[in-house]
């Protein structure tokens, strides 16, 4: 696309030739030849001072906030207004419209996204129905997947996602959209069939201060959808409920789309999926009762989105869930080892409260957190006092420390945990060493125990004095049982 009718209404070109342009990025490192480079100011850097770099990769174009003085034969443009809306005008005219062609459905939330997204894309394609996933684990179109950078990435990759999921022939995609991505526009301008709101709890003070404010970042999606779906269960939830036309999904009060007659076991979940247009038994292999909500809001949400419940529920029993989502671990060993990504005062309660559930008698819970440097100080000692509440060993250490000190974290989430709990030796054990840490808890564990490693989930990595080491719970537990104890 020529660059005068891409910015259209979106910037001015101030110098250079009216450039053909075939993709853009606000990241230099991205830049292929023939790409515009849009140098937006960051937090922590002006993109302007990677213009050198987005050059030297073969941009031919560059939009910034104010004009730079670019070289001899660079297209220079800048910005007619909010510069982060509208790259995302920009990106989805370039690509587009994709969302115009595809049934896309939202999901925003504390808990849940990553799990119902997953769910509803593999829904999908267990029904031969095409479905793309933008997400935190994993962006896919078709049968094409790459590991995902962020939860909802900046607009020109989120569009350029979509893009690829109409070229591959997918009739959907589900995509997980944080309050971050709504505060900064990441998905601005799409137009959602369908969105869902899972829940709310204490997440991301740092960047939006109050829980109202957090909350109001998340209701924004309700504006760009079509359709709207919401936990009833949830307060929060009820909250968006009550404006006209928004259909609701629960297990224990009365909605559009209800989970009846639970049945949560070792193996696997049933209910009844009771709807105004009939009743579905639904078997499960996922585990524990908020995977009954996702499952839950993974199947309304297709069916608000127009897909056929009669063709999607034999698909339920092959799915799988999300990776790092109460994932076992099974060495041969004689007690249980499950992987979480719970990382909140909320999540971590119902993992507990699930690994109760799923606890032998006599046996004893064992779970291992920590708390993310760089973040929401305030919940720390929330996420300690949820797991000191229901575990019956503690194993205190960290998560992703990023630029803080890992004992300064350790010490904020301490005042959660009951001092004569911290006193006792057999209880409480703190390393700041996550490996360390995950040796000692198997160590311990005796027959019928069940260890769950609470926070890290999917991701390859810690992040320690901002440099990210690889390291994944799942491998340090197959690193310590495969070799024998």
């Not at 904020?412 to 057999?426: E, K, N, V």
């Amino acid at each position: 696309m020529k660059l005068d009718a891409l910015i259209d209404g979106i910037a001015r070109r101030y110098s250079g030739p009216d450039a053909e342009v075939t993709d853009l990025s606000s990241d230099s490192r991205d830049i292929r030849p023939g790409w515009a480079f849009l140098a937006l100011k960051g937090e922590k850097a002006d993109g302007a001072a990677f213009v050198p770099q987005a050059l030297a990769l073969g941009a031919t174009a560059v939009i910034s906030e104010a004009p730079l003085s670019l070289p001899e034969g660079i297209a220079g443009g800048t910005f007619t207004g909010d510069p982060r809306l509208r790259m995302a005008e920009a990106a989805r005219r370039l690509h587009g419209a994709p969302d115009d062609r595809l049934a896309l459905i939202g999901v925003t939330g504390t808990n849940g996204k990553t799990t119902t997204t997953t769910l509803i894309r593999q829904l999908l394609r267990g029904a031969g129905i095409g479905c793309g996933l933008v997400g935190t684990v994993l962006n896919a179109a078709g049968d094409a997947e790459e590991e995902a950078v962020r939860t909802t990435p900046e607009s020109p990759a989120f569009y350029r996602w979509l893009r690829r999921s109409v070229e591959a022939g997918d009739a959907a995609s589900a995509v997980e959209v944080s309050s971050h991505a709504l505060s900064l526009g990441r998905v601005h301008g799409a137009r959602f069939k369908v969105g869902v709101f899972t829940n709310l709890t204490q997440d991301h003070l740092d960047y939006h201060g109050t829980l109202e404010a957090y909350f109001e970042a998340k209701r924004h999606l309700a504006d760009q959808s079509a359709r709207f779906l919401a936990n009833a269960d949830d307060r929060w939830g009820r909250i968006l409920l009550k404006a006209d036309g928004r259909a609701s999904y629960a297990v224990d009060r009365p909605a559009d789309y209800r989970a009846e007659h639970v049945a949560l076991g070792p193996t696997g979940t049933r209910f009844v999926l009771r709807t105004a247009a009939g009743t579905w038994d639904i078997h499960s292999p996922l585990l524990g009762r908020f995977n009954v909500y996702n499952l839950l809001a993974a199947l309304a949400a297709c069916a608000e989105a127009g897909f056929d419940l009669d063709r999607l529920a034999p698909a339920v029993p092959g799915v799988s869930g999300a990776p790092g989502r109460l994932e076992r671990v099974d060495c041969g060993q004689p007690f249980g080892v499950m992987v979480d990504y719970a990382h909140t005062p909320d999540a971590l309660e119902k993992l507990l409260a699930e690994g109760r559930r799923l606890l032998p008698a006599g046996a004893r819970l064992h779970v291992l957190f920590g708390c993310g440097g760089g973040r929401d100080r305030a919940k720390r000692p929330l996420m300690a006092a949820a797991v000191a509440a229901g575990a019956d060993v503690l194993w205190h250490t960290s998560d992703n420390p990023r630029s803080e000190d890992p004992e300064r974290i350790l010490d904020d989430a301490a005042p959660g945990i009951p001092a004569d709990l911290r006193a006792d030796p057999a209880r409480y054990h703190r390393d700041a060493d996550r490996r360390a840490a995950v040796r000692g808890a198997l160590a311990d564990c005796r027959p019928g125990d069940l260890l769950l490693l609470a926070g890290k989930g999917h991701e390859p990595y810690q992040e320690i004095h901002g440099v990210k080491h690889p390291y994944s719970d799942r491998a340090a537990v197959e690193a310590v049982l495969g070799n024998g104890r």
